[in-house]
Nanobody, 126 residues
Framework: EVQLVESGGGLVQAGGSLRLSCAASGFTTDDYSIGWFRQAPGKEREGISCISSPEGSTYYEDSVKGRFTISSDNAKNTVYLQMNSLKPEDTAVYYC???????????????????WGQGTQVTVSS
């Protein structure tokens, strides 16, 4: 079974940076996508970025474009989300998600993936 584990969250000041990690296991194919989502208290879950394998195409929601960067280290089976210029409104639990046989795109940033991690808390203070 595919398993995902997020890490790297924490408390930072506005303008600071964090790098989140999503460690994946259980894949039997190179044809899959990984998405990053976040959910703040009282708000809907929001897709913010995704990356597809094997081509490595990346996509971003408008609110994080130019600030967040998604990348992958295939040797480590890990996807990263580098978050710069953090704002208080970025405060949320961040999740990674995966699906096989799917190529993510910028018009499908909220695609409903089959597999999810447990999340990691990001808090940005003013």
């Amino acid at each position: 079974e595919v398993q995902l584990v997020e890490s790297g969250g924490g408390l930072v000041q506005a303008g600071g940076s964090l790098r989140l990690s999503c460690a994946a296991s259980g894949f039997t194919t190179d044809d899959y996508s990984i998405g990053w989502f976040r959910q703040a208290p009282g708000k809907e879950r929001e897709g913010i970025s995704c990356i597809s394998s094997p081509e490595g195409s990346t996509y971003y929601e408008d609110s994080v474009k130019g600030r967040f960067t998604i990348s992958s280290d295939n040797a480590k089976n890990t996807v990263y989300l580098q978050m710069n210029s953090l704002k208080p409104e970025d405060t949320a639990v961040y999740y990674c998600a995966a699906d096989v046989g799917y190529y993510c795109s910028d018009d499908d940033i909220n695609y409903e993936y089959d597999y999810w991690g447990q999340g990691t808390q990001v808090t940005v203070s003013s």
